[in-house]
DNA sequence: CTGTTAGCGCCTTCAA
DNA sequence: TTGAAGGCGCTAACAG
């Protein structure tokens, strides 16, 4: 193996020996060019180029107490719905000098905890966490952290610091209301996985229809195995078992729906004549089954772009006055799977 | 906002001072106990506890020249392939004392030069980097990187250090040879994106068929967009204006046959009957679909775990024989959409 | 605008 | 097995 060439690193001294100035004047005139007269910050970068120097980051985090390593802490990376956010937080962290480390802790607050414990030791330049239920220690942690902080894809009058997210609530709501609208009037509500956010969703579906007064809790079926395709199908095998008169399904997410959506497709059910199925997340495949799926729309792209863009300013501007929370909306898509009248 | 609260950190020295020892020996005592008195070893333990040290990441690996952080180069954070991937690294790097860096390079040749060298310059444990297909720039970075790196997702003759991946060419060959096994005798291709990977299936692809005299150039349909369901149901449309007597389709993935396999179903096509489909990966969906999706499992999973683990080896021990490349194997899962027979 | 002086917290090397 | 000395490369705080 011809690897291990271990090579030298060029430093600062010796762009500033080259460039015939101090190191600290080069050091500036990488950091705050406009500190730097235009003859000097020529002739630096030259060198700069000449030489082939690039900043050491660990002499940097060490001297400022500073890096710029923003911490992500999602609970899955397999759930689209995260790979989304990602995707829009790498969007925006490109080309911005920072970077991102990502935590996955599984649904597991105490997991939560501990790498937490990890990123802070790292003295990170922020942190994006996932959700608003964090427990108190993790709670405690954050509030004193020494970094700003993003909370992301659920909303509260509580924030730790900065946030960014929607309501689920309100689009479980807003997906009920529209199956009650079309006709259907035997609700069933089919639940993977039964995070927090799902738990507001449920809440949402259960005002909803208590409201309307068309709740009926035996066609509540949930469970806390993961989200997927074939989990919707099961779950409303296990429903229409349970409460074969059951005419509509508010799902979870669309994995779930599509699930759902197959198992009708199997019975010879009818949807939407039969069966209505409103989603969640509207995820792409969800325009393109037969029917299409009624979903509700979330902005996780958006929710990571703007994570991400309300951390880089935070950073740079660590006075300026910032929005503390905001809150996305949700848009209710509505399709072929739950057209009855 | 009651943020900023600026916390000391508790150093080397001040563990030491509490230990009535010198701060090397905390160091030895974390970094390598057998070298430390178990006497002092334990005093020094319980002024850690004490005082709640933590170490200095960036003091650390400034005085070490090594950091704990290994770069991970993907090309895409919303193809549910690297997100398995992904899943599998994080199961292995999960308390390994590793931290993973992820840089997202959109299928870009130059800006996968470009992050290589933004992760080179801190000083990484260790590298993976998806493909086999690097340019020449990238290759020689790569090849003098002072540390581990991987390759994966691919196979190839000449790995640049570790590799880790599977054969898309057999895959596709395998997945092709069952069609033509079934009896179908009209076979198109449908690919999205046509990265490396893709190529290489096609490649697969088109040597089984002309092997079996059933090549038919006009049924290959490819675009450069990336894949997706509704993707898949517009290259089965195109497909099928260019050649209508198409019998079968090798889809590139399973999002492609997913939306080939829905596109059919509007066009009162019977799959398997009049339209045989294979896609490739085997994602979870394709089992649940009505008739079930044939495809080609491939070890992604796998792959993450594996590569993490080679990587975290080759850390460890630098010294010791490392396996250069792993090639795991693909398999074909036969399901409705392809029985003929 | 530019430079000097002192570390940041840890690890390497050498000596005991 | 333990310690002392010095430095990794950079930046903060001050001077000029």
Redesign the interface.
Known sequence: ???????KRVTLNEVAAEAGVSAITVSRTIRSPDMVSAGVRKKVKAAIELLGY??????S??ASER?N?VGLLVPS??N?VF??V??GV?DVV?GSGL????G?FRYSPSKEENLL??FL???PAGLIVAGIDQTEAARALL????C??VQIMDVSDSPI?LMIGFSHYDGAVEGTRHLIDEGYKRLGFLGARMDPRSQARLAGFTAEAQGRGVYDSSRIITTTHPS???MG?QLLSDLLAQAPDTDAVFCNND?LA??AL?EA??RRINVPKDLGICGFNDL??S????PSITSVATPRYEVGTGAMALLRDAIAD?AAI?TPHIRLGVELIKRGSTKRR
Do not use: C, W
């Open positions: 193996m011809e690897k291990n060439i271990k090579y690039v900043p050491d980051q660990a002499a985090a060490l890096t390593v990376l397999t689209s790979s989304d990602l995707r790498y490109d970077s991102v480390q990502i996955n414990r990890t030791r790292q003295r509030k004193t952290a020494p700003p902080v610091d997927s395709v074939g199908g994995d599509a699930g197959f497709e199997r792409e495949m325009r393109h089954l037969n660590r910032r």
